[in-house]
């Protein structure tokens, strides 16, 4: 029996429902963990595009397909958070509020690690609650304290 959770957030932005497995994203796909938010976007525009490897240093790529792409815009209360583009690679894109994740987040309502998003081959760039971890030779999902949450129409 599937279990499902609403979460009515009481600010008009409607419904979200907390994400329990590997959801595929969408285009301008909403997501709300604690206090922040994250829209996720596809086919990026090259005036503004930068390397996953070279986020710190804020390199232009170039000559790139950029159809895969997806472009993170975070919204926090009222700090600010520059886009950040990543390419499809093998690695999650961690969002949290350790200093080791990707997307670093002021929000305490977060777990260190709350929420990863990563790309999959044939299938698309997906997110999950948490973050795969290895455990020996398989992976096991580590969720977080307050969920994930997933704003459908």
Do not use: A
């Amino acid at each position: 029996m599937q279990k499902y959770y609403i979460k009515d957030l009481g600010n008009g932005f409607g419904t979200f429902l907390k994400i329990q497995n590997e959801t595929l994203l969408k285009n301008n796909s909403l997501i709300n963990i604690g206090d922040s938010y994250i829209v996720c976007q596809f086919g990026i525009n090259e005036d503004t595009l930068l390397s996953e490897s070279n986020y710190e240093n804020k390199v232009q790529i170039s000559n790139t397909d950029h159809s895969n792409m997806i472009n993170i815009k975070i919204f926090s209360g009222n700090k600010h958070y520059d886009p950040i583009n990543f390419q499809p690679t093998k690695s999650q894109i961690k969002f949290g509020r350790s200093n080791g994740c990707e997307i670093n987040i002021d929000d305490c309502m977060l777990s260190r690690i709350h929420c990863s998003i990563e790309y999959k081959e044939n299938f698309g760039w997906i997110i999950r609650d948490g973050y795969l971890s290895k455990k020996g030779h398989d992976y096991e999902n580590k969720f977080s304290t307050n969920g994930t949450w997933y704003y459908i129409l």
